[in-house]
């Protein structure tokens, strides 16, 4: 079982700038991946980046060159650095960790870009 918990959200102006975090607790050591997806109000949930078991990074191209992901193996944490964000930014973004065939998921974190 991994347990997910993510933090940082908030109300940004637009072409602010927040980072928010993750930390995974549990049958860790043994992670695939984790990542981040966000989901806005009448949408559906949809990828915003992942960080492979391995390291590898993929993002979601309406994201490509403002967020970036990176992890702290020793804390078992990953970040997502939005920059340069805009309206259409807002969400719920939600963190999830992958071990084998399951995937582990946050409660989510309110991200809002408003003047």
């Known amino acids: 079982q991994v347990q997910v918990v993510e933090s940082g959200g908030g109300l940004v102006q637009p072409g602010g700038s927040l980072r928010l975090s993750c930390s995974a607790s549990g049958s860790v050591s043994r992670l695939d991946g984790m990542g981040w997806h966000r989901q806005a109000p009448g949408k559906q949930r949809e990828l915003v980046g992942i960080v492979s078991g391995g390291g590898r990074l993929i993002y979601a191209d309406s994201v490509k060159g403002r967020f970036t992901i990176s992890r702290d193996n020793a804390k078992n944490t990953i970040y997502l650095q939005m920059n340069s964000l805009k309206p259409e930014d807002t969400a719920v973004y939600y963190c999830?960790?992958?071990?084998?065939?399951?995937?582990?998921w946050g409660q989510g974190t309110q991200v809002t870009v408003s003047s």
């Open positions: 999830n960790a992958v071990l084998g065939l399951s995937t582990y």
